[in-house]
């Protein structure tokens, strides 16, 4: 590293620091620095709460723009690719610093969270112009923030705090998961998911701009490895020519070995991107969950990760290895993908068999991430600490080309999405219907099983002729437990909408058992209830789509599974010890020089305070 004869370092004071260049001269003691590794933590949450919230909400938002399946999954290209190249503006932190990109920029996605999307209306290609500006600012912050938690993190505690920092991701797909879960059932539109998240997000953004501060850059561009080294890089500060340090980033970054573990971690993610943008959709189409189960299966996915995020960090930093943790946990994940695959075959399986899956995938991916994530900051400072958001920035570019092509090739792989999202909600009302069949009269069922209570709910919930009806019959023959009495409750057999409920059966029969139904049928439902004919022309669409999905489904986690295989086999190309014994032999060695340095300094530092 560069060094030059200057002053000690030192930030201005007054109020213009605090609130414009947030500058400290000096390395933060233990409790300052907790409360700013907080803050950076829960800008992060927040931040990933307002980009995933659409994940959360995607059966309900798509139709309310009448946004295509396919439209949605280009856009993500779109919204990735736009995040893939502003991660290098995050790498500039290293040179104008990072708490102010990051404050400012979350006050942009609060405002558009709040105030822009909730007021589109139905114009995909508006929400489109918003959520591509939302990514814009969300691939800044993807490099300022780890960067900030690196500056006040030595590698000892570095896992631990890169745990906290992944919390932001998971706690946001949490908090989205979470808030829909409680709120979708009394909240119906989906835009009220923004405001809650735009209002949550303003909170957040006071709490930075009065608390956030970054380290000096003269303190920042230095190798850190434990705590007791404070007074140490204090004094180098003292000595370092920043403009030399940072100069020619790129040259000194572009390494082969940042830049495979970058493409290792990006394609081991696959199954993570997928889960943040269209797991939802995948509860909904292929185990027939509602939009609220389907975020309370994600919200126990979300939950595990998170509480795992920090058990192995912690563990990481214990026993000063990363790599035994990141191979375990691709193997752990390898094996949990190939469960999904199984369970995809399985659309009967129930709520919980879907939870502890997900919760034991949840887990392995925390366990391979974490110790990744540190190790990947240490290999920056190998190479130059003072380029550590450059280097980030390098690993925000692979992961989001890597995301961005996945939606692109996710269509291709999983064509039916688009037959069972755009059609999601005569895929709902058909479903009411197929769980009434077992209890509606006809004339080879003339003493049918009565009707639980939330299957009738469930048909008296659509607001149209036909499920209305049969709700009516149900419920009638619910108290009376007389077929004719139900009928004629309904209007009798003389009532179109009565007739219509029968010509919609037969062909409903004949549509499940892969039969084209006859024109003239369709023709006669036509006439006697339009509500019906719609739902079976799409009934035509929905049958084959369903029973096609979930192979489709299974060969989109071989291809995550794959990515899986390729970061196992990178691990080993990694920098870092095996051995824990190896590591902590390389701390001691490390702090017995630290401690050669400190007893060189304290004389000179005795002869300076009695000059």
């Known amino acids: 590293m560069a060094m030059a004869t200057t002053a000690t370092p030192s930030a201005p004071g007054g109020l213009a620091n605090a609130l414009w260049r947030r500058q400290l001269a000096r390395y933060p003691d233990t409790g300052p620095r907790y409360l700013y590794l907080g803050i950076v933590v829960l800008t992060t949450i927040t931040l990933y709460y307002l980009y995933y919230v659409e994940g959360a909400v995607t059966p309900l938002m798509l139709p309310g723009l009448h946004m295509s399946f396919q439209f949605f999954l280009y856009l993500l290209v ?24 990051t404050i400012y920029g979350t006050l942009i996605v609060g405002l558009l969270q709040l105030v822009a999307v909730p007021n589109i209306g139905t114009s995909k290609w508006m929400f489109s112009i918003i959520y591509s500006g939302i990514g814009f600012v969300e691939g800044i912050i993807l490099v300022s923030t780890p960067a900030l938690i690196r500056d006040f993190s ?44 735009g209002v949550a997000c303003m909170a957040v953004v006071v709490v930075a701009f009065f608390g956030l501060r970054e380290l000096a850059p003269q303190l920042r561009d230095q190798l850190m490895v434990s705590e007791r080294e404070r007074a140490l890089i204090e004094a180098r500060a003292r000595g370092i020519d920043v403009e030399a340090a940072i100069a020619h980033p790129l040259r000194s970054i572009l390494k082969l070995e940042l830049l495979s573990s970058s493409f290792a971690v990006a394609v081991f993610l696959l199954i993570y991107y997928a889960s943040v943008s269209v797991l939802t959709i995948y509860w909904a189409v292929v185990f027939n969950r509602t939009p609220a189960d389907a975020n309370g299966i994600n919200t126990w996915y979300w939950s595990a990760d998170a509480i795992a995020l920090i058990v192995f960090g912690l563990a990481s930093d214990r026993l000063r290895v990363r790599k035994p943790f990141m191979a375990i946990g691709a193997l752990g994940t390898i094996v949990m993908t190939i469960v999904m695959v199984v369970q995809a075959g399985h659309p009967h399986a129930s709520y919980y068999d879907n939870v502890v899956v997900v919760v034991l995938l949840g887990v392995f991916i925390a366990l391979a991430y974490t110790p990744w994530m540190a190790g990947y900051t240490e290999a920056i400072e190998a190479h130059n600490p003072a380029l550590v958001a450059t280097g980030l920035a390098v690993w925000g570019w ?27 909600d005569a895929g709902q009302e058909l479903r009411a219907f197929q769980a009434a069949t077992p209890y509606a009269p006809s004339l080879t069922k003339l003493t049918p099983p009565v009707a639980p209570p939330q299957v009738i709910d469930n048909l008296a919930s659509f607001d149209t002729p036909g499920p209305q009806t049969l709700a009516t019959i149900l419920r009638t023959y619910a108290s009376t437990h007389n077929a004719l009495a ?18 919609f059966a037969t062909i409903g029969a004949d549509i499940q058992a892969g039969h084209a139904p006859a024109a003239a049928d369709l023709v006669r439902l036509q006439h006697l209830a339009p509500d019906l004919a719609q739902l079976a022309a799409a009934e035509q669409k929905l049958v084959p789509a369903q029973a096609a999905s979930p192979g489709e489904w299974k060969r989109w986690w071989w291809v995550c599974l794959g990515g899986q295989v390729v970061f196992l086999l990178l691990v080993f190309a990694m920098r870092g010890r095996w051995s824990p014994r190896a590591a902590r ?14 007893a060189r300094l304290a004389p000179a530092a005795a002869a300076g305070g009695g000059a």
């Open 398 to 424: 692979v992961l989001r080309i890597v995301v961005a092509i996945s939606f692109l090739v996710l269509p291709a792989v999983i064509t039916t999405a688009t037959t069972l999202v755009d059609h999601y």
């Open 154 to 197: 030595p590698q000892m505690g570095r896992a631990a705090a890169m745990g906290f920092w992944a919390l932001g991701p998971v706690l946001g797909s949490l908090a989205a998961s979470e808030v829909a879960t409680r709120t979708l059932p009394h909240l119906h539109p989906w835009q009220d998911q923004f405001i809650i998240s």
């Open 78 to 101: 779109v919204s990735n690719a736009i995040g893939a190249f502003t991660a290098f503006i995050g790498g500039l932190s290293d040179k104008i610093g990072r708490a102010n990109l």
């Open 486 to 503: 139900a009928v004629n409750a309904a209007g009798g057999l003389s009532n179109n909408e009565v007739q219509g409920l029968l010509a």
């Open 585 to 598: 032999a390389d701390f001691e060695e490390y702090e017995r020089k630290v401690e050669e340095e400190l």
